[in-house]
Nanobody
Framework: QLQFVESGGGLVQPGGSLRLSCVAS????????VGWFRQAPGKERELIAG????????DYAGSVKGRFTISRDDSKNTVYLQMNNLKPEDTATYFC????????WGQGTQVTVSS
């Protein structure tokens, strides 16, 4: 059964950094494009970063471009999201999934940016 487990979230001050990790089980990642998604309270879940098969291509939502970096280590079946210069509007629960996503969402990891 496909499962994603996200970790690495927490409380950080504006301007700070976090590195999120997502480990997949039940399937190998290497045949799929993968994305990081986030959902803020009262808002729909949105795709913010995606990485292609092999990691040669990546794309970002305008709101995080230049601040976030997605990467993957297929040997560990893991995808990462390095988040720098965090802003209060980045506060959300962060999820990973294939891109386009399956219905197998993990619990996510909470990121709170606040002073």
């Amino acid at each position: 059964q496909l499962q994603f487990v996200e970790s690495g979230g927490g409380l950080v001050q504006p301007g700070g950094s976090l590195r999120l990790s997502c480990v997949a089980s039940g399937s190998t990642l290497d045949h799929y494009a993968v994305g990081w998604f986030r959902q803020a309270p009262g808002k729909e879940r949105e795709l913010i970063a995606g990485i292609g098969i092999g990691g040669q291509t990546s794309d970002y939502a305008g709101s995080v471009k230049g601040r976030f970096t997605i990467s993957r280590d297929d040997s560990k079946n893991t995808v990462y999201l390095q988040m720098n210069n965090l802003k209060p509007e980045d506060t959300a629960t962060y999820f990973c999934n294939f891109s386009p996503p399956t219905t197998s969402w993990g619990q996510g990891t909470q990121v709170t940016v606040s002073s």
